[in-house]
């Protein structure tokens, strides 16, 4: 499908400039006014308490672009050759504030499909800092680390067909990008998808802050259904049963990291990212130091509706 070829009033689409595979998609200030009254209608509480109030933002969003925007967003998520887009508004300012994004984000997320419980925050979405300092157990917030590439949803139970991340706020920070990589990108997508060892359950955990008190067990690759590669992985949660799974693991890191396909994207604050959890990784560069960088993040993980 030519997303570039799609018309809909109030929103501009685009190829992103770092790779043909992500569109950009910029909803017009116009847009976003016509956003502020049903959006007002609920405040964050409403939302995080009463789910059905998450959809009717989501159709007021739906409606405002005729009811193209759901259509569009759906077809590139589910669209192999694409399966990732960045949603920007045009202009931020105080009108257009955190809450306004969590909203527009809320909205979004549910236009995709539907929004899984997320443990580590005890509600549909995670709202969380990266800052100079960090004593957490994962390398989420650890922001002088690089952020190696990695599906979502690899701990737990429930499906994970899809990512949405929104940069809420950022202040004192250079460096910090995203890096992305498509599976089909990847130089060593066939050796790796095809090692049996890959294709074999595997034990994975997660530490105490993910607030998830059990242990799940899948394979690292399986298959779509056109036997195509697809991909569940992050580098910190397997617990390898033998030296054969545990060299497995330590081959894939490195070609992971070592790819020349990463797409190095820096994300404007306002913006969300939202990706195909089955095709894409993603992952996010170190940052310099400085005492005073902060960067707030929006996460909503979900599933496609039935």
């Given amino acids: 499908m030519d997303f570039l070829k799609e018309k809909i009033s109030g929103i501009e689409i685009s190829t992103n400039n770092k790779s043909k595979r992500i569109i950009n998609i910029k909803i017009k200030e116009e847009s976003l006014d016509k956003l502020v009254f ?9 939302l995080e308490y009463k789910p059905f109030t998450r959809f009717t933002i989501a159709k007021s969003l739906d409606e405002l672009f005729t009811n193209k925007l759901s259509k569009l967003i759906h077809s590139i998520l589910t669209d192999r050759n694409t399966g990732c887009f960045i949603v920007a508004p045009e202009i931020i300012n105080k009108k257009f504030d955190d809450t306004f ?14 929004a899984n419980f997320d443990d580590m925050a005890s509600k549909y979405y995670a709202r969380f800092f990266v800052k100079h300092e960090d004593s957490s157990d994962s390398y989420l917030r650890k922001a002088y680390t690089n952020m190696d590439l990695h599906t979502d949803g690899t701990y737990v139970k429930e499906k994970t067909d899809w990512l949405l991340m929104t940069k809420l706020e950022e202040k004192n920070a250079k460096g910090g990008e995203s890096v992305m990589l498509h599976l ?7 050796e ?24 799940v067990e899948h394979p690292v690759f399986s298959e779509d259904s056109e036997g195509r590669a697809q991909i569940s992985y992050i580098d910190q949660f397997p617990e390898p049963q033998n030296m054969e799974q545990g060299n497995f693991l330590q081959r894939l890191s490195d070609a992971l990291e070592e790819s020349n396909n990463k797409i190095v ?13 089955y095709f894409w990784l993603h992952g996010r560069k170190s940052f310099k130091e400085n005492k005073n960088l902060s960067r707030e993040l929006l996460r909503i993980r979900g599933h496609f509706n039935n």
Avoid: M, Q, R
């Fill in 184 to 190: 089909d990108d990847w130089e060593h997508c066939k």
């Fill in 192 to 215: 790796l998808s095809n090692d049996p060892v890959g294709k074999k359950n595997f034990v994975w955990n997660s530490p105490k802050s993910k607030n998830v008190e059990y242990k």
């Fill in 265 to 277: 994207l820096p994300l404007p604050t306002g913006s969300a990212i939202v990706a195909n959890n």
């Fill in 101 to 114: 994004l969590i909203k527009l984000s809320t909205a979004l997320a549910h236009l995709v499909g539907v």
């Fill in 38 to 46: 049903p959006f007002n209608k609920f405040n964050i509480l409403a």
